[in-house]
């Protein structure tokens, strides 16, 4: 079974910027997975952030946060990287990845086409 854990997250101010990392702990890495991140914040629905291929030569953002963040994967540490840039409170929320195992599904956007979930990380942005 794929294990997916975040880190990253913290406090941070408007303006700041954080790196989230997604790292598969179990060895049993899918090989060809897509990894996908989202973020919850409290009284708000799950949204879509950005997903990337296994190569990581496709990617696909929301237009939320097209332009500040950064999806990028390291398949050598088995570690998927979300970097955020400008950071606005109202990024405040739990940043979770979660992995695709067949690759690419069609909606990459949506929950429902990822098989595996890390816990997820806080990130908390002050004005």
């Known amino acids: 079974q794929v294990q997916l854990v975040e880190s990253g997250g913290g406090l941070a101010r408007t303006g700041d910027s954080l790196r989230l990392s997604c790292t598969e702990t179990?060895?049993?890495?899918?090989?060809?997975?897509?990894t996908g991140w989202f973020r919850q914040a409290p009284g708000r629905e799950r949204e879509f952030l950005a997903a990337i291929n296994w190569s990581g030569t496709n990617t696909y953002y929301a237009d939320s946060v097209k332009g500040r963040f950064t999806i990028s994967r390291d398949n050598a540490k088995t570690t998927v990287y979300l970097q955020m840039n400008n950071l606005k409170p109202e990024d405040t929320a739990v940043y979770s990845c979660?992995?695709?195992?067949?690759?690419?599904?069609?909606?990459?956007?949506?929950?429902?086409?990822?098989?595996?979930w890390g816990q997820g990380t806080q990130v908390t942005v002050s004005s």
């Open positions: 179990s060895g049993r890495t899918s090989r060809g997975s897509a």
């Open positions: 979660a992995a695709d195992t067949s690759g690419w599904r069609r909606f990459i956007n949506l929950g429902r086409s990822y098989d595996y």
